[in-house]
């Protein structure tokens, strides 16, 4: 009987645990090397730590077509990807049920970007370009996107973001989403 009561117990307290928000502070640059900062707080921010990461970028001597070809390879890939059947409705889906789970605070954004294709670093502007902008009229702070469609693949520009997540409802949503049958098939054609 105790041994049961201490099951429940524990049980009980990761449920309460599970419902307490997730403080999350994102701080990026990338100027040449990337430099990413994350903290995460939480229980009353009484258990807070961090990561850093900081890469700095390749010098290239020269190109050449076959590092041309490799490059758009992995983008024309990626968007193969996205073309199984029913991903997009599960994608949909997942960031309808995030929403309720992450409360954006704050994003401060300026992002110039190049995927070294220019038809690839359209499509891309033309998906993320309505969501900036319907994001702006929820979103304390300002976010600019910047495509490059005469540069090579790059990313450059900063995010400072300020999150906070509830772990109850952000689990059960990304469970459900890995156990679809368009993840399934996705990860069988990638």
């Known amino acids: 009987m105790t041994f049961l009561i201490i099951v429940l117990a524990l049980v009980l307290l ?19 090397s990337a ?38 390879s992995w983008v ?7 073309q199984t059947e029913g991903l997009w409705h599960r994608v ?20 110039k970007f190049s995927l070294g294709d ?4 359209g499509m891309l502007t033309g998906l993320l370009l309505p969501l900036v902008l319907f994001s702006e009229q929820w979103v304390n ?6 495509p490059a469609f005469e540069e090579d693949l790059i990313l450059d520009g900063y995010l400072h973001g300020n999150l906070m997540v509830r772990p109850v409802k952000v689990l059960i949503p990304f469970i ?15």
């Open 14 to 32: 990761c449920v309460i645990l599970l419902c307490l928000p997730l403080g999350i502070l994102i701080l990026a640059d990338v100027h040449g």
């Open 92 to 111: 949909w889906t997942l960031l309808q049920r995030l929403r309720h789970g992450v409360q954006i605070v704050y994003v401060d954004a300026d992002v």
């Open 176 to 190: 459900i989403f890995c156990c679809s049958r368009p993840v399934w098939r996705a990860r069988r054609n990638g």
């Open 76 to 82: 024309s890939r990626s968007y193969d990807l996205l």
């Open 118 to 121: 220019d038809y690839y670093t």
């Open 141 to 146: 702070g300002d976010i600019k996107i910047q």
């Open 35 to 72: 430099d990413v900062r994350v903290r995460f707080t939480y229980f009353f921010k009484l258990f807070a730590w961090g990561l850093h990461c900081t890469r700095k970028e390749k010098v290239e001597t020269k190109a050449t077509a076959a590092s041309d070809i490799k490059r758009s």
